[in-house]
């Protein structure tokens, strides 16, 4: 009996870390998404347009 118990008890755990990764997950996109939706109206705002998607330096250096 003892080990059905512990099973139990580790099966309610996965599930109660599986809502909490969930959880995380959803927050971390609403924040990605509150970011994109600012970026862009404030470029819309601006009435200027880029010719880039992105404003940043390369990744790597040039090679020679």
């Known amino acids: 009996m003892h080990e059905y118990e512990t099973q139990r008890y580790?099966?309610?755990?996965?599930i109660r870390c599986g809502?909490?990764?969930?959880l995380a997950r959803e927050a971390v996109q609403a924040r990605?998404?509150?970011?994109?939706?600012?970026?862009?109206?404030?470029?819309?705002?601006?009435?200027t347009e880029s010719h880039t998607p992105r404003h940043r330096r390369h990744r790597?250096?040039?090679?020679?």
């Open 19 to 22: 809502a909490e990764a969930r």
């Open 32 to 47: 990605r998404a509150a970011r994109r939706a600012a970026r862009r109206t404030r470029r819309d705002a601006s009435g």
């Open 10 to 14: 580790r099966s309610a755990e996965r």
């Open 60 to 64: 790597f250096a040039r090679a020679a």
